[in-house]
């Protein structure tokens, strides 16, 4: 029983569906209320809080949830029942060494061209500390898109989010973090990217909303999953202090 072996762990889950808690059952997710989220995460992370964080990363802020505010029917027939059932894993990139995790800050940027009649974005990324980038096949990234050309037919340049799949558009996952030794998957996603517009999440009307898409999907990591890891934290704490006393 290969309890040792993160790969192991991770694959577990998603294929149990501990990665989809935010998609509709219409999709084969598993659609929970909030409090069972919170139940689940805090169960998990007061055994093992590096394993929390894998399983709270997908149940917050990431593709699976963007992908159910704002992508087109296409993308949610494609990609959520995939997360559901684990084929696909996801992460989402938006750290980076000049912004932190501010979306308004130094972001990446890119420009919208023109390349053999189709619109494509060309984006050099470089982000960091991005939960689950190792072992993801299914990455968000965020950046700051221009369009020099006004190429756009609908929306505005700006942030934007958009999809990619493992080993498409230039993308390179190479860099495994582990300053602490905790033992879950966390590294860098980077690369001179060549991105198609159809994979913008919601597709081109949505190129320059991301700002407004990241903000209003931060309540789940931010209002359940981050306060169930320290619910669990203390709950440990709790347990240990009155059976040593």
């Given at each position: 029983y290969p309890n040792n072996?993160?790969?192991?762990?991770?694959?577990?889950?998603?294929?149990?569906?501990?990665?989809?808690?935010?998609?509709?059952?219409?999709?084969?997710?598993?659609?929970?209320?909030?409090?069972?989220?919170?139940?689940?995460?805090?169960?998990?992370?007061s055994v093992d809080p590096a394993l929390g964080v894998v399983t709270m990363v997908p149940n917050s802020l990431g593709p699976g949830e963007l992908l159910t505010h704002y992508g087109t029917e296409e993308q949610k027939n494609k990609y959520l029942p995939k997360l559901a059932n684990g084929e696909y894993v996801p992460c989402f990139g938006l750290t980076g060494p000049n912004n932190?995790?501010?979306?308004?800050?130094?972001?990446?940027?890119?420009?919208?061209?023109?390349?053999?009649?189709?619109?494509?974005?060309?984006?050099?990324?470089n982000k960091r500390y991005i939960t689950l980038a190792p072992v993801s096949n299914l990455i968000g990234v965020a950046f700051r898109l221009e369009d020099p050309n006004n190429l756009l037919d609908e929306g505005n340049a700006g942030v934007t989010l958009a999809l990619i799949e493992k080993d498409t558009c230039g993308l390179i996952q190479e860099t495994y973090h582990n300053p602490m030794n905790a033992g879950f998957p966390n590294g860098t996603l980077k690369g001179d990217l060549k991105i198609p517009i159809e994979n913008v999440i919601g597709g081109e009307k949505n190129v320059g909303e991301g700002w407004k898409m990241?903000?209003?999907?931060?309540?789940?990591?931010?209002?359940?999953?981050?306060?169930?890891t320290?619910?669990?934290?203390?709950?440990?704490?709790?347990?240990?202090i009155f059976n040593y006393i």
């Open positions: 072996n993160n790969n192991y762990w991770v694959d577990y889950l998603a294929k149990n569906k501990f990665f989809s808690f935010l998609i509709d059952e219409k999709y084969e997710g598993i659609k929970l209320s909030t409090n069972e989220i919170s139940d689940v995460l805090t169960k998990i992370a932190g995790s501010d979306a308004t800050g130094s972001i990446d940027t890119g420009k919208l061209v023109l390349e053999d009649g189709k619109k494509m974005i060309e984006v050099k990324i990241l903000m209003e999907c931060l309540s789940a990591g931010r209002g359940i999953s981050l306060p169930a320290a619910n669990a934290s203390s709950k440990v704490a709790s347990f240990g």
